[in-house]
């Protein structure tokens, strides 16, 4: 699998096929995407907003065939490690993915937040951390205790919840530099529209 050439896809046409061809800039950060329907097939609803794909897709990069992510799974599309087909997909076929699996991070946020609402830059900032570390790893640590983060969302704490996502910058032990970048602009969306 490492000696195939990389077969590379646009994230903005990606996001263009989910949000109908709303662009970051052109989305108030304060909107979610809403209904999302891609060649005629209705997937639901996103809580996130452009902003939050822009995030998402451009620290996961996208790629139509399969690959091993840092975290040694198999990945294909932006981000996704379920059902990766050994062959290329085309850019529905990652949309519909990527949809998916964002409805999976929002779906377990809201699952573990408290019942005080959460504001757009919070859910678009969690969601993007949840997506990237798996909702298991969110809620706890590997010893079975929880985690920091997950106690303060647990707990309705979202702006300390806030504070935490700079200190979620290591993989396999190592501080990698996309990871301090990625956390840092989930902090700022997640700060931007802070309800407490």
């Known amino acids: 699998m490492s000696r195939m050439k990389k077969i590379l896809c646009s994230v903005a046409a990606v996001a263009a096929l989910i949000t109908g061809g709303v662009t970051v800039n052109d989305a108030a950060y304060s909107e979610s995407v809403g209904a999302v329907s891609i060649a005629g097939q209705s997937l639901g609803y996103l809580t996130v907003s452009p902003r939050a794909l822009d995030v998402i897709g451009n620290a996961e990069g996208c790629r139509r065939d399969p690959y091993r992510c840092p975290s040694g799974l198999i990945t294909n599309g932006i981000g996704n490690t379920h059902d990766v087909a050994q062959s290329p997909v085309p850019d529905e076929q990652i949309a519909k993915d990527w949809v998916k699996n964002i409805q ?3 779906r377990c946020l809201y699952d573990w937040s408290n019942s005080a609402p959460l504001s757009q830059g919070q859910v678009d900032a969690l969601t ?6 798996g909702c298991t790893r969110f809620r706890h640590n590997r010893d079975g205790s929880e985690t920091r983060i997950g ?20 993989g396999g032990g190592v501080r990698l530099p996309g990871l ?12 931007s529209l802070a309800s407490d």
């Open 104 to 106: 999976i991070a929002e």
């Open 128 to 133: 993007s951390f949840i997506f990237n570390a």
């Open 180 to 191: 301090v970048t990625r956390r840092q602009k989930e902090t700022d969306m997640c700060l």
């Open 151 to 170: 106690y303060f969302v647990r707990t309705g704490q979202y702006k300390q919840a806030c504070g935490q996502l700079n200190r979620w910058v290591y």
